[in-house]
T-cell receptor, first 111, second 115 residues
């Protein structure tokens, strides 16, 4: 089982602030990295994917990848109460279809 | 126009029973998956099927068997249910090519409760 580590939280930020979510992984051959958002009682929803080192921005979301440090993060700018959810980091393993999830970080945005 | 659908949404059954969960995707994806999410919210892959061929089986008990009648369907059969099987089971699918490498899209989940 590949290790994908996340701080389980809860992480609380005030509305309008930047939320920073972090993830480390153990498998150096991982090639694809994903962030999923899961509201309580709902299914995981893909919000960001990143495949190369650096930053990738999509609206209020920025994913950052550092393969040398085996680290991927998600920044949420101008956090909204609707961003309150559990955020799951997922990375691929050696096989094309192996996707391993972290345990998730629960984010609460306080109005 | 649901992309990945599962039935039933809830399943309550007694220990020892055999049950099935159905999954269908209308995205034209190549690969389908089954995940188990336990009470601690840890999401773990169980199976995946690519072109009707099993390509992952992550040490899942053989009481669990995936069945894929065609590329758009991957059903999960569970025999002799145990208390520890209680969890939410998610089906997912992906198109493993090009820029969308292994982006997986999830169904709504089936909450299984074994009494």
């Amino acid at each position: 089982q590949k290790e994908v580590e996340q701080n389980s939280g809860p992480l609380s930020v005030p509305e309008g602030a930047i939320a920073s979510l972090n993830c480390t992984y153990s498998d150096r051959v991982s090639q694809s990295f994903f962030w999923y958002r899961q509201y309580s009682g709902k299914s995981p929803e893909l919000i960001m994917s990143i495949y190369s080192n650096g930053d990738k921005e999509d609206g209020r979301f920025t994913a950052q990848l550092n393969k040398a440090s085996q680290y991927v993060s998600l920044l949420i700018r101008d956090s909204q109460p609707s961003d309150s959810a559990t955020y799951l980091c997922a990375v691929t393993g050696t096989g094309a279809n192996n996707l391993f999830f972290g345990t998730g970080t629960r984010l609460t945005v306080i109005p | 126009d649901t992309a990945v659908s599962q039935t039933p949404k809830y399943l309550v059954t007694q220990m020892g029973n055999d049950k099935s969960i159905k999954c269908e995707q209308n995205l034209g994806h190549d690969t389908m998956y089954w995940y188990k999410q336990d009470s601690k919210k840890f999401l773990k892959i169980m199976f995946s099927y690519n072109n009707k061929e099993l390509i992952i089986n992550e040490t899942v008990p053989n009481r669990f068997s995936p069945k894929s009648p065609d590329k758009a369907h991957l059903n999960l059969h569970i025999n002799s249910l145990e208390l520890g099987d209680s969890a939410v089971y998610f089906c997912a699918s992906s198109q493993d090519s090009g820029a969308s490498y292994n982006e997986q899209f999830f169904g709504p989940g089936t909450r299984l409760t074994v009494l």
